[in-house]
């Protein structure tokens, strides 16, 4: 790989052409000739009349703004199609044009079969890691804190007869559920940290599997290490911005409930009518939080693939998907549904176990097997997730942005070296 393919998303120079969004990895295509706004002589690094592949210029589309018909990105200059073409290129695991919803989920598994070394080897490395922190501190609390408080429970108490009268008092059910809230809390914040650095770092091996490479683990590590403080604060403020949502949307539903509870007083039809505005706020929560979540499921391949900041990303996301939301919602949908049924099947045997546990040891047993398959569970399902997700963003750039030109251009150049 030569020095200017040190990052998919920055083929050529590290710098976006000025006047344009950010660049899908940078992919850049300065024109040699100087653009309106840019500075007389064209961009500093790029040969005259050649791209950073050695490719010839691209000229700009008649009529196009910025002299480009597919956005960003020109159509190659005198480039017809070659002789015997018959379709668009595929030099890796989707075909370089718009794809249907299909072949975004079927590019995922294709994106995880490419590259196994590095899908499933960073995914059992990294969600490795976090099922043995996971099961250590699981372990270490239940034995210091929940096993003295459940043990009561399960020898004589409501567990182990629940038709006489419970023996464990509220002090003793008390620690116990404390100290498993807290130990599912620490388990999340496992969890959240290692399949954030998992995503990023999945999202460039897709990226590089749709040209048609196979990028190593350290050659992935190099592209993303730089992302990954920026990603956390990216996970951060959109948790941020989806909780005010919800403490908006609820407030708005809660005047209203009580506002109509006020107007239509006591009797039955007004209980009735309450119920109906409760049906109504659920629904507006469950809509108004889901619109969110899928214009800001981008951001994450705009800010690990353009190399943007958070807030940058945000809005490249929503702008990429701007007026395919329920394209873009069917996407992740279907694939929620796959990781769903994967997820569920793993977990299935653990929840009938917990219907013969009759002793303290065999239940703390059982929830540390439990948490450390419920962790790799996701070393399954967050390397296709994340394909699905990078996928999608390419696929709508493609639709809006001619960047199916620009990859089939680095392609070629990549099986030319």
Same mark, same amino acid.
């Given at each position: 790989m030569s020095e200017q393919q040190g990052q998919y998303g920055q083929y050529g120079s590290s710098r976006p052409t000025p006047g344009q969004p950010g660049q899908y990895g940078q992919y850049g295509n300065p024109p040699s000739q100087p653009q309106p706004g840019a500075p007389s002589g064209g961009q500093p690094g790029w040969s005259q009349g050649q791209n950073s592949w050695g490719q010839s210029q691209w000229a700009p589309a008649p009529g196009a703004p910025g002299g480009?018909?597919?956005?960003?990105?020109?159509?190659?200059?005198?480039?017809?199609?070659?002789?015997?073409?018959?379709?668009?290129?595929?030099?890796?695991?989707?075909?370089?044009?718009?794809?249907?919803?299909?072949?975004?989920?079927?590019?995922?598994?294709?994106?995880?079969r490419a590259n196994p070394k590095a899908t499933f080897g960073l995914s059992l490395l990294i969600m490795g890691v976090a099922a043995l922190l996971t099961t250590v501190v699981t372990a270490a609390m239940t034995y210091a804190f929940a096993l003295p408080a459940i043990d009561p429970l399960l020898t004589g108490g409501p567990f182990a007869d629940p038709f006489g009268d419970p023996a464990a008092s509220a002090s003793q059910v008390g620690p116990a559920l404390l100290a498993l809230g807290l130990t599912l809390l620490i388990s999340l914040l496992f969890t959240w940290i290692a399949s954030t650095i998992l995503t990023g770092l999945l999202m460039h091996s897709t990226s590089q599997a749709v040209i048609g490479r196979t990028a190593s683990i350290s050659e992935i590590w190099r592209l993303a290490r730089g992302q990954l403080l920026r990603l956390f604060?990216?996970? %951060?403020?959109?948790? #941020?911005?989806?909780?005010?949502?919800? @403490?908006?949307?609820? +407030?708005? =539903?809660?005047?209203?409930?009580?506002?109509?509870?006020?107007?239509?007083?006591?009797?039955?039809?007004?209980?009735?009518?309450?119920?109906?505005?409760?049906?109504?706020? %659920?629904?507006?929560? #469950?809509?108004?939080?889901?619109?969110? @979540?899928?214009?800001? +499921?981008? =951001?994450?391949?705009?800010?690990?693939?353009?190399?943007?900041?958070?807030?940058?990303?945000i809005k490249r996301g929503w702008q990429v998907s701007r007026k395919h939301f329920w394209r873009l919602l069917g996407i992740l949908l279907l694939a929620g549904i796959i990781v769903a049924i994967i997820s569920y099947a793993v977990a299935i045997p653990f929840s009938a176990a917990f219907m013969f546990v009759e002793s303290a040891e065999a239940l703390t047993i059982l929830l540390l097997v439990q948490t450390a398959f419920s962790v790799l569970a996701m070393a399954l399902t967050t390397p296709y997730f994340a394909a699905v997700t990078a996928l999608a963003y390419i696929d709508l750039r493609m639709r809006k942005e001619g960047l199916d030109v620009t990859l089939a251009q680095s392609a070629e150049a990549q099986a030319g070296e």
């Open positions: 480009s018909g597919y956005g960003q990105y020109g159509p190659a200059q005198g480039s017809g199609a070659p002789a015997g073409f018959g379709g668009p290129p595929k030099p890796g695991i989707i075909p370089l044009r718009p794809l249907s919803v299909g072949e975004v989920l079927d590019g995922a598994f294709r994106a995880i604060a990216l996970t %951060i403020v959109e948790a #941020v911005i989806l909780f005010t949502v919800y @403490v908006v949307v609820i +407030a708005a =539903a809660a005047g209203a409930i009580g506002g109509a509870a006020v107007v239509l007083g006591d009797g039955p039809w007004s209980i009735v009518a309450i119920l109906l505005l409760v049906f109504v706020a %659920i629904l507006a929560v #469950v809509v108004v939080l889901g619109f969110f @979540v899928i214009r800001l +499921a981008l =951001a994450t391949p705009s800010l690990m693939l353009e190399r943007l900041g958070p807030l940058a990303a």
